[in-house]
């Protein structure tokens, strides 16, 4: 009997270090769009509306769990990850709304990753929680989980970055910390994790995964159910796993802990697109980026140029790039989707303009939902960077190359280059100062291709943008202004016109 026991353990260890890397996307779909802060109601539209059309392979949705009203009068975007208790009642919708939302989402083939937070619990309930529940902090009581004061390690605050243990056993910005290693608290997490699995989310944004131990989280996974099959998931799939992990100084902790266990959010990717295509880099820097640049292998690398937390940060690694910095954010975004390297995901924000700035909101607090205009974008002070032209037609130019490597790669040794994907894509971009203006090799077969940065297929094929001819050798006169709208140029082989 031990021994059966035993090797069930060691398959089950097998499964979290083998499983938790396939993302669940529909064939002819990829892509992760961070829709921060959009209702249930919302996105469930969205899915039908534009996410499945356009191609996308899934949405990061915000926290789910009821979490502590900061501020009567002052909803920040940070309180959604203060959790009072586990149920599922927030400013996004209801439980019901939340199952309905999966449910729709997932019935049009677009997967849903839940941001959970399993690290603390809130500091801050003076207003109570979103769904009503009461905790108090001060105590370490939690009734509608329950947790009390048993449930959290000793209370104490990172001092020493470089500590390790600080790291994960003290409190991430004063909030009280749950021990994982407690059964109590594993039930619990496994609980709820389990929950949204019933209800058809395809994974797991983890949430400050770097301050829980590897060991604890990989325990955790492992006692995870598998995806729901009547959300359409095949049998014994396992749940798709995100962990967020900030890794772009020496403190102790290293991504690499916890690569075995599933995916990791790579940061420092994302400082590389902020130096890179603000111009503080050059473009020929990013032939061999990927393992060389010192991040993890593709398939356990989440990339992505912003998240709701760098928008509104000051790095002391070089320029931040968000939706404020127009073309420049366009062609870091365009360069992810158009490169093999990781999983990536595509943030979608609403304006901002101070770190604390919560979603659009109504004078009781209460969300507003996006609009949509007649040329596609988002009103309602939502950005909706995934609606862009040139973001959402990279998903159908990423769609079209999959299965490719990059086959061929020519830059000037400074701020201009181009690659292709096989014989299916070809991307150019231009951060000189003076215009590119040349025939190049785009590896793709004659005819006219449209170029889906600055324009869209109509209908009869024609094209809103510029046109593209590539002559039997695959050679074309490829422009992009110095100082254009985007200086940057994509085709693909679905984006022939003639």
Known sequence: MQSVILITLMLCNVMVVQSQFDPHWWPGRSGIVQLFEWKWTDIADECERFLAPTGFGGIQI????????????????????????????????????????????????????????????????????????????????????????????????????????????????????LNQRSEWVRDRVVNLLNKFIVYGVAGFHVDAAKHMWSGDLQIIYSRLANLAQDHGFSANARPFIIQDIV???????????????????????????????????????????????GFPASERTLVFVDNHVKQRSNSEKGPILTYKDGKHYIMAVAFMLAHPYGTPRVMSSYAFNNGDHGPPADSNGNIISPTVNSDGTCGNNWICEHRLNAIANMIGFRNTVAGTDVSYWVDNGAYQMAFCRGNRGFIVFNLERTDLDQTMQTCLPSGVYCDVITGTIGTGGTCTGYSIEVDANGLARIYVAAFGAFNVLAIHANSKVQ
């Open 62 to 177: 915000s926290p789910a769990t009821e979490n502590a009203v900061i501020y009567s009068s002052f909803r920040p975007w940070w309180e959604r990850y203060q959790p009072v208790s586990y149920y599922l009642n927030t400013r996004s919708g209801s439980e019901a709304e939340f199952a309905q939302m999966v449910r729709r989402c997932n019935a049009v083939g677009v997967r849903i990753y839940a941001d959970v937070v399993l690290n603390q619990m809130a500091a801050s309930i003076q207003y109570g929680g979103s769904g009503g529940s009461i905790a108090d902090s001060s105590s370490l009581t939690y009734p509608a989980v329950p947790y009390n004061s048993s449930d959290f390690n000793t209370a104490c605050e990172i001092k020493e970055k470089s500590n390790p243990v600080e790291k994960r056993d003290c409190r991430l910005n004063s909030l009280p910390d």
């Open 247 to 293: 890794d772009v100084s020496d403190d102790g902790i290293s991504k690499f802990e916890y690569t075995p266990l599933g995916t990791v959010t790579e940061y420092r990717y994302s400082d590389t697109m902020g130096l890179v295509f603000s111009g503080h880099q050059r473009l020929s820097t990013l032939i061999n980026i990927g393992q060389p640049f």
